[in-house]
């Protein structure tokens, strides 16, 4: 028996559902601004699924990184949620370096 692909979704779904967590938490305490950082990191580990030679290493890098990308489209809904006051707002966060020129920037969403 091959569990192998079984064991793969269970990550996957643990994956994505903390994915939730992190973009809510993720914009609570650091902000929108964000968002460039965290989709650089997304596809570093997209790329580096590429390279390793270990099958669940790789499965794993490709699948947090995926859900990273998709996690900075949803920090742009999530400062929209939480300006509608379905969240708490935490008015001290920490900017991130070069926060003025992000500022300029659109941020992605679906």
């Known amino acids: 028996m091959n569990t192998f692909g079984f064991l793969l979704g269970l990550a996957t779904l643990f994956i994505i ?5 992190w973009v ?12 460039p950082y ?3 990191l997304g596809f ?3 790329v580096l699924s590429l390279f390793l030679h270990n099958d669940w290493g790789s499965a794993l890098s ?3 990184g995926a ?4 996690g900075t489209t949803e920090f742009k809904e999530q400062a929209v949620r939480t300006e509608l006051g ?4 935490y008015a001290k966060k920490i900017q991130p ?8 920037w659109k941020a992605p969403h679906l």
Do not use: C, M, N
């Open 86 to 89: 379905w969240y708490p707002f």
């Open 17 to 21: 559902g903390l994915g939730f967590i």
């Open 62 to 64: 490709g699948i947090t």
């Open 38 to 40: 965290i989709l650089g």
């Open 44 to 46: 570093v580990l997209i």
């Open 24 to 35: 809510i938490r993720g914009e609570r305490y650091f902000g929108l601004l964000w968002w």
């Open 67 to 70: 859900s990273l990308v998709w």
């Open 97 to 104: 370096p070069f926060a003025s020129i992000i500022k300029k």
